[in-house]
C-alpha cells in the first residue's frame, strides 16, 4: 500500500479542487475522489466514483467466474459484453464509451476486446441473446457477459426503511459474469430459437407485454408456459421493496404470468397459487436494477439443469426506456435455458452453451 | 367517473399498468390527456 495522504491535503483537494470527499461511519474524512476535468459534468468525482465501483464488482465477478473449476482460460476469452449500467464517457459522448474492455484488462483478459450493451434493467438478457448469437455465428467461440454493481442505488428506498426503523438493506455493490460458450454436450443450452422481444409495435397493455415475453416465443417452438419448470423474473427482494411501498414485485409479476396461464387456459383460476409457488420464486436479489433483473438465478438454473431436476427454465428482463424521457415505451426481452439434450455428467457451473 | 372533456395526467407504473395504458383509456372515455408518465417502482 503506498503512504496515505494528511487529513489536511484531502481537505484541501475537497475544498479548491471539488473532490468528492469519502466518509467512514463515523463521519471521518477517509479519502476523496478528484474530478478528472475541471469543467466536465461527466468526470466529477461522484461521476468517477460510480463508474469504478461498477468496473471493480465486475471485475471481481469476472475473476470469479474465471477461477472456478473447469472454467475457461482467461486467455481464450474473445469478447466481453458489460451490461451495467453506469454511462463511462466525457462532456462530447456521455454515456458512449466502453467498461467492458477496462474489465476485462483488469482480470487479465489480454486477448478480449468487448462493448457495452445498454437497456436499462433488460441490459443483461438483450447481451446474453448477443453473446449467443455471436457463438452461434462462428465470430466468437468464448464471450462473458458482466455487469458491476450501481453505486448509485445504494440505499435507494431507504426513506421507507428508515421510516419502518428496520435498517437500510440496500447496502450491497452486485456484480456477475457469464460465460458463453460452444455446446460442450453438457453444459445448458441457450435457446436462440425461441427470444422473446417486446416489439416497438407490442403495445404497453399488460396481457400485451407478456404475451410477447412468453406466448409468442414459447408457442414458436411449440411450447406452452406449462413446459418451463421455473421462470425467472425481476427477483427484488421483497425485504427492501416492500417497507418502501413498492410491493413485492415478483410475487405481483408472477401473479400476471399466471394470470396469462389461465387466459390461456392451461390451468384453473384457483391454480394460480400452485403456478406461482411450483414455478416462480421468492425475491431474493439486492435492488441493482439490472442485477436482479432475472440474472440471479442463472448459476442456481445452471446447477438445476445439470445435476438437478430442471429440464427448462425461462429468463424475462424488463427495462424501463421511458425513464430516459427519449420514448414512453418499456422494453423486455426473454431466454429460453434448458438442459443439453446430450448432458453427461461433470456439466460447468456458471458456463452454458448457446445452441448451433 | 365522468371523464369526458376533463384534462388528465396518466399516470402508470411499469409491472401495472403503463401510462400509455391508462392514457388510452382516459382519451376514449373523452378526456384530454395532457400528460403521460410511466414510474419504475422496481
Redesign the interface.
Known amino acids: 500500500m503506498p503512504d496515505g495522504v494528511a487529513a489536511s491535503v484531502l481537505e484541501d483537494r475537497i475544498e479548491r479542487h471539488g473532490a468528492t470527499p469519502l466518509l467512514g461511519v463515523d463521519g471521518q474524512l477517509l479519502g476523496a475522489v478528484l474530478p478528472a476535468h475541471e469543467e466536465d459534468d461527466t468526470l466529477t468525482g461522484q461521476v468517477l466514483l460510480e463508474n469504478l465501483a461498477c468496473k471493480a464488482t465486475a471485475a471481481l465477478a469476472l475473476r470469479h467466474l474465471l477461477a472456478r473449476p473447469g472454467a475457461v482460460a482467461t486467455e481464450k476469452v474473445r469478447y466481453v459484453i458489460s451490461c451495467g449500467e453506469e454511462a463511462v464517457g466525457d462532456r462530447y459522448q456521455r454515456g458512449g464509451g466502453n467498461l467492458a474492455k477496462a474489465v476485462a484488462e483488469w482480470a487479465g483478459c489480454t486477448r478480449a476486446t468487448g462493448s457495452d450493451v445498454k437497456a436499462f ?1 433488460c441490459g443483461p438478457m438483450h447481451s446474453l441473446m448477443i453473446a449467443g448469437a455471436l457463438v452461434q455465428s462462428g465470430l466468437y467461440d468464448d464471450v462473458v457477459v458482466l455487469a458491476g454493481g450501481s453505486l448509485a442505488k445504494l440505499g435507494m428506498k431507504f426513506q421507507g426503511h428508515v421510516k419502518h426503523a428496520m435498517p437500510i438493506v440496500e447496502d450491497v455493490l452486485a456484480g456477475f459474469a457469464a460465460h458463453v460458450g460452444r455446446d460442450d454436450g453438457a453444459s445448458p443450452m441457450l435457446r436462440l430459437d425461441a427470444v422473446g422481444r417486446h416489439e416497438v409495435a407490442s ?4 396481457l400485451a407485454v407478456v404475451k410477447a415475453l412468453y406466448t409468442e416465443p414459447l408457442a414458436r417452438v411449440g411450447l406452452t408456459l406449462l413446459d418451463v419448470d421455473r421462470f425467472s423474473l ?1 427477483l ?1 427482494n421483497p425485504e427492501a ?1 416492500e417497507p418502501a ?3 413485492n ?1 415478483p410475487l ?2 408472477y401473479r ?1 404470468l399466471a394470470s396469462l396461464a389461465v387466459i390461456e387456459k392451461l390451468i384453473e383460476r384457483d391454480g394460480i397459487e400452485a403456478f406461482v409457488r411450483t414455478r416462480g420464486m421468492p425475491g431474493f436479489s439486492p ?1 441493482q ?1 439490472h442485477i ?1 433483473s432475472a440474472i440471479p438465478y442463472l448459476g442456481h438454473a445452471l446447477r438445476g439443469l445439470t445435476d438437478g431436476g430442471l429440464t427448462r427454465t425461462m429468463f424475462t428482463g ?1 427495462g ?1 426506456l ?2 430516459g424521457r427519449m420514448t ?1 415505451l ?1 422494453d423486455g426481452v426473454s431466454l429460453i435455458v434448458e438442459r443439453n439434450p446430450r448432458r453427461s455428467n461433470g456439466g460447468r457451473a456458471w458456463s452454458f452453451e448457446a445452441r448451433r | 367517473m365522468e371523464l369526458r372533456g376533463k384534462k388528465v395526467i396518466a399516470l ?1 407504473e ?8 391508462v392514457a388510452e383509456c382516459a382519451r376514449r372515455a373523452g378526456a384530454e390527456v395532457v400528460l ?3 414510474a ?3
Do not use: I, M, W
Not at chain 1, 403495445?203 to 399488460?206: K, L, V, W
Open positions: 434493467c403495445g404497453s397493455a399488460p425481476e427484488h421493496t411501498g413498492s410491493g414485485v405481483n409479476n400476471t435492488t436494477g436482479a424488463k424501463s421511458f425513464l414512453q418499456s | 402508470g411499469r409491472d401495472g399498468v403503463p401510462g400509455p395504458a403521460t408518465l410511466t419504475c417502482y422496481a
